[in-house]
């Protein structure tokens, strides 16, 4: 079993930036990828950005590219997501996700509680 813990999230205006991190704790070290994904009120779950494990390649939702950042302690299994310029259309919820393959080889999908960030206009 995988536990996600995100923090960072909260209220910003128009312009500014945040950080979120998610630290993993358990079963960490089969975990090929983690990333984050958000959901607005009324809209459906979205991939914002991802990181593997093995290599370090990443991948970022077109709708963020250049604005935000994902980084990681890849040994601890701890990402971040570095958020700049944030916009009102960033308010969402933010999920930490981790992959991992279970006992039978299937990959598993982990997920956080997730964090709130609401940019105001």
């Known amino acids: 079993q995988v536990q996600l813990v995100e923090s960072g999230g909260g209220l910003v205006e128009a312009g500014g930036s945040l950080r979120l991190s998610c630290a993993a704790s358990?079963?960490?070290?089969?975990?090929?990828?983690m990333g984050w994904y958000r959901q607005a009120p009324g809209k459906q779950r979205e991939l914002v950005a991802s990181?593997?494990?093995?290599?370090?390649?990443?991948n970022y939702a077109d709708s963020i590219m250049g604005r935000f950042i994902i980084s990681a302690d890849v040994a601890k299994r701890i990402i971040y997501l570095q958020m700049n310029s944030l916009k009102p259309e960033d308010t969402a919820v933010y999920y930490c996700?981790?992959?991992?393959?279970?006992?039978?080889?299937?990959?598993?999908?982990?997920w956080g509680q997730g964090t709130l960030v609401t940019v105001s206009s």
């Open positions: 990181m593997a494990m093995a290599g370090g390649n990443t």
């Open positions: 358990g079963s960490i070290l089969m975990i090929k990828t």
């Open positions: 996700n981790a992959i991992r393959p279970s006992s039978w080889g299937v990959d598993t999908d982990y």
